[in-house]
């Protein structure tokens, strides 16, 4: 949402779930410090969704106060997650801000919207979602040609299904992207991930098997972790 101040300079505002500083559990940035903002609003329903409480809860904030909040924080590392992040027009302007303001941005997107908007300064985390998710047909091809050495993609994988379709998936990821930054992530209470782990070996596959750190070290606790 973009308004005027009265003396006539333009702000955005987004619509805020949560920020809270944690451990970064996804990703490649696993187990380092980290700053999460969470956004309100998701435009698919997983059927492993585990932040159903971001679908419309939130209070509207102006970026200017998002920054004034992280900036309180002893960390430089941010995250952008959701829900859905790119669901809200203002996520770009307000990664580019952090990133201006000399922090580290990670952005966790869900592969359905255009990630040629964002920063390509950002760590841009992207879902290839399987057929378990209930949403395989959510992912914009195009977002392909957008990804850079600083990105990286990401399956939830539940079964056999989800993982032989992630197999096939990886011949259209551009050589650009690095090996380690295609991550296969087993749904933590559908796959262990010992059986995941002797697929990759097995097929000989040169990808990052991926655990979610946040949910060893808390376990069952939802929300700010």
Request: charged content about 25%; hydrophobic content about 35%; proline content about 5%.
């Amino acid at each position: 949402m973009l308004f005027m101040q009265p003396w006539g300079k333009p702000r955005m505002s987004l619509i805020v779930n949560e920020i809270f500083f944690s451990i970064q559990g996804e990703s490649t940035h696993a187990g380092l410090p980290c700053i999460f903002i969470r956004l309100t609003g998701c435009n698919l329903r997983c059927t492993y969704c585990d932040t159903t409480y971001a679908y419309a809860e939130g209070q509207r904030r102006e970026i200017e106060d998002v920054l004034k909040i992280i900036g309180t924080y002893p960390c430089q590392r941010i995250a952008i997650t959701g829900g859905e992040p790119l669901l809200q027009s203002g996520t770009p302007k307000l990664i580019t801000e952090i990133i201006e303001s000399g922090c580290e941005v990670i952005l966790e997107t869900n592969g359905s919207f255009d990630i040629g908007q964002v920063d390509r300064r950002c760590h841009r985390i992207v879902d290839v979602k399987c057929p378990g998710s209930g949403e395989q047909d959510s992912f914009d091809y195009n977002n392909l040609q957008h990804l850079n050495s600083n990105d990286q993609v990401k399956f939830v994988i539940g079964d056999r299904e989800d993982y032989d379709f992630a197999q096939k998936f990886l011949v259209d990821l551009p050589n650009r992207l690095p090996r380690g930054n295609r991550l296969f992530s087993p749904h933590m209470t559908k796959l262990a991930p010992a059986d995941m782990a002797a697929w990759i070996l097995a097929d000989g596959l040169d990808v990052r098997l991926h655990l979610q750190q946040h949910k060893f070290i808390w376990p069952g606790i939802e929300r700010g972790v």
